[in-house]
């Protein structure tokens, strides 16, 4: 072994061989902000363009790097888009909005109105899962989620009841494949002050039988990260978190955790720039968009996270962000590459 290999074998003891087994070949940029302090519900798909939703619907062009407000919102909550139409989702109330038209039109309503509940969209159904209202339950305050999932069908504009599942306080939901996934969250304590109790469950519900499925934990505990689904794996990215045993110490999160479904394995993918938590989160030709959420500078950037050739295989990821252990991990890529030349 000469000198350079001692030295990479070091440094790999130094920061655990696993570390630097992930894979650091997706790359994030700041490519821009968001137009004001806006914060989104929910976002979205039409075409080419992201459709953020909040107060306003705001519209982003990724070629252009261009925003546009299209509306004001008619009815505020979540969100879900269907064929080309933005269904807005509140307890008391279902907004449909044409994109097209630039018009606005009153639907049917959930069956149980609630607040807390999330959205996901799945073979043109729009789903609301979970949900409720605070409880006293001994000793602690904790937001309890009723065990509800209603279906909202476009096109006869009926909401049906589908199963007693709940989702949990803060948790990520994405769709892979026809399953609703879903990640981390957990449940509000009250005493001695208001705080969340975040773990790091993982799994997701089929919509056909709608019988829950646990999968393999997280790498960590969190809540209000983002996830999305890229080439048949899972993403969740950023997040919250609390330290279970001392409620005063928490710290958002700058990780970015990859699930592969077909190994049932989780592993650390890479670092996005900006620490936040609650952002929105876009798949768009192959590329994810990660826009506000909250954060030291994070309300107003927008980051995009793409797919870079491995290398493993040989070629160099330009740009290549090396996240929280940088130079270390960065030094040993340079290592790596001398080792290579001089074979």
Not at 10 to 21: A, D, E, M, Q
Not at 47 to 66: F, H, R, S, V, W
Not at 157 to 179: E, F, P, R
């Amino acid at each position: 072994m000469n000198y350079i290999q001692r030295i990479t074998a070091g440094l790999l003891l130094l920061t655990g061989f696993s570390s630097y087994c992930f894979s650091d070949n997706f790359v994030w940029r700041n490519i821009g902000n968001v137009p004001g302090n806006k914060s989104y519900h929910s976002s979205g798909v039409i075409g080419n363009k992201i459709y953020l939703i909040g107060d306003t619907i705001d519209e982003y062009d990724p070629l252009a790097n261009t925003w546009v407000t299209k509306t004001n919102v008619a009815c505020q909550g979540y969100a879900g888009i269907v064929n080309g139409k933005i269904y807005v989702i509140s307890r008391s109330s279902t907004c449909e909005y044409d994109l097209a038209q630039n018009t606005w039109s009153v639907k049917s309503t959930m069956q149980i109105p609630r607040p807390g509940f999330r959205v996901v969209v799945v073979n043109d159904k729009i789903y609301a899962l979970g949900g409720g209202t605070c409880t006293q339950t001994g000793p602690y305050d904790s937001t309890h989620y009723p065990s509800i999932t209603e279906e909202y069908d476009p096109v006869t504009d009926i909401w049906t009841i589908k199963g007693d599942h709940s989702i949990s306080y803060g948790a990520s939901i994405t769709v892979l494949n026809g399953k609703i996934y879903t990640a981390g969250g957990g449940y509000v304590a009250f005493v001695p002050l208001w705080h969340p109790v975040y773990d790091d469950d993982f799994g997701y519900y089929n919509t056909e039988t709608f019988n829950g499925v646990t999968l393999k934990k997280m790498l960590e505990s969190k809540g209000e990260a983002s996830m999305v689904a890229l080439h048949d794996k899972i993403y969740v990215i950023g997040g919250i978190h609390y330290d279970k045993q001392d409620y005063r110490s928490w710290y958002a999160l700058k990780n970015v955790e990859e699930y592969n479904p077909e190994t049932n394995t989780w592993f650390v993918k890479s670092y996005i720039n900006v620490e936040r938590w609650r952002a929105q989160a876009v798949v768009l030709n192959d590329k994810i968009y990660l826009i506000g959420g909250n954060g030291n500078e994070s309300q107003r950037t927008v980051e995009e996270g793409s797919l870079v050739p491995d290398q493993a295989n040989g070629s160099e990821a330009p740009g290549l962000h090396f996240g929280a252990v940088g130079p270390i991990k960065k030094k040993i890529h340079e290592l790596k590459k001398k080792i290579e030349n001089s074979r």
